[in-house]
């Protein structure tokens, strides 16, 4: 019967995104892994904003949140995985730590704002004291010291 159900069911997973038909958005953030697996992002971010759109349990909303941002930054949409690491870091769930760290990462590098990396460093920090932020946070002390005196360092 499980393989009667299932050979209904599989070939749906090899249509685009938009003919899969899936009903709960459980399953489309499933399928959307298994897309990002065989390397075909496109396909899983389609998959994924379906089942955000849908509505999942907060457990799996925050991984799927996540996964998104990945494959954003990955595809070198870094711009459009900003938002998702915002919405990640403003509330307790497991990602929090590394949207901050992310979000850190992007204010020192792109936007070269060490203030603001500076603050989502700390507040990672309270989350997590792990060495190589402990090395950012007095990386970017020291940035933002030599910019308030005058120094560019």
Not at 55 to 69: E, S, V
Request: a positive charge; glycine letters at 6%; aromatic letters at 8%.
């Amino acid at each position: 019967l499980t393989l009667a159900c299932l050979s209904g069911i599989v070939p749906r997973a090899f249509r685009p995104p938009d003919e899969i038909g899936a009903r709960h958005g459980a399953e489309l953030a499933g399928l959307g892994r298994w897309w990002r697996q065989m390397n075909e992002p496109e396909h899983a971010l389609t998959l994924f904003r379906q089942a955000v759109d849908r509505g999942l349990p907060d457990d799996l909303m925050f991984r799927t949140l996540w996964d998104i941002a990945r494959l954003e930054k990955k595809s070198g949409r870094t711009e459009a995985a900003l938002p998702v690491w915002t919405d990640l870091a403003a509330s307790k769930n497991a990602f929090q730590f590394p949207a901050l760290e992310e979000l850190a990462k992007y204010y020192e590098r792109r936007e070269r704002n060490f203030s603001m990396a500076l603050e989502m460093t700390r507040a990672a920090l309270q989350l997590s004291r792990t060495p190589s932020m402990e090395q950012r946070k007095m990386r970017l002390e020291k940035r933002v010291m030599g910019l308030k005196n005058g120094n560019l360092l």
